[in-house]
């Protein structure tokens, strides 16, 4: 059984300064995703890593993939208050017609000026 | 892009009643659907996966006979919760998988539905 993980569970910084969120993943997988959930909302899509040592990088935010670790991360730069919400990692599996997604547990960032 | 339309948004309905939630794919077709719950400050959980055509797949623990799930045409889904009782309260969210440039896949997620069981 797929198991994803994240950490910090909770997360509160500074405007300001950086910070990573790890998300690590029990079975070989080739594809993760990245996804901003605001209070009360639906899914926000940032990022999809389909490779090793895929990198993407949208603003503050950037992702990296590692498959051999089963491990991608997300930094934060020079954090914001815009960018306090929920952050989950998910990694697909194929499942017949398409793959289902697992998702992490989630990270709450909360961003203090 | 493509898109997901979910409604309704919110909804109260009695204990003992039936609730249906729709999902429907606009400028594209979906094939598949996924319907995921959500508790409060928690994660989202897979509860099935429709396809069109033929009979949803259930995750393990989901009852089936409780959330009716059709997916009768390639731009509607429905989830179709049975009996609600308050513990039934939660986020439900639709999704689509899109297929991308060189085969890549992406998510396109409905707004999502808060249902409140009283």
């Known amino acids: 059984e797929l198991k994803v993980e994240q950490n910090p569970l909770f997360l509160s910084m500074q405007e300001g300064k950086n910070y990573t969120i790890y998300c690590n993943y029990s079975?070989?997988?080739?594809?993760l995703y990245w996804y901003r959930q605001d209070p009360g909302k639906s899914l926000e899509s940032l990022f999809v890593l389909l490779s090793n040592g895929a990198v993407k990088q949208e603003g503050r935010l950037m992702a990296s993939l590692d498959t051999k670790a089963r491990l991608s991360t997300l930094h934060i730069t020079a954090a914001v208050h815009d960018l306090s919400a929920t952050y989950f990692c998910?990694?697909?599996?194929?499942?017949?017609?398409?793959?289902?997604?697992?998702f992490g547990t989630g990270t709450r960032l909360q961003v203090t000026l | 892009g493509a898109v997901v339309s979910q409604h309704p948004s919110r909804v109260i309905c009695k204990s003992g009643t039936s609730v249906k939630i729709e999902c429907r794919s606009l400028d594209f077709q979906a094939t598949t659907m996924f319907w995921y719950r959500q508790f409060p400050k928690q994660s989202l959980m897979l509860m099935a996966t429709s396809n069109e055509g033929s009979k949803a797949t259930y995750e393990q623990g989901v009852e089936k006979d409780k959330f009716l799930i059709n997916h009768a045409s390639l731009t509607l889904s429905t989830l179709t919760v049975t009996s609600a009782h308050p513990e039934d309260s939660s986020f439900y969210i639709c999704?689509?998988?899109?297929?991308?440039?060189?085969?890549?896949?992406?998510?396109?997620f409905g707004s999502g539905t808060r249902l409140t069981v009283v």
């Open positions: 998910a990694v697909g599996s194929f499942a017949g017609t398409a793959s289902k997604l697992t």
């Open positions: 079975t070989t997988s080739d594809r």
């Open positions: 999704s689509a998988p899109l297929l991308g440039s060189g085969g890549s896949y992406g998510y396109t």
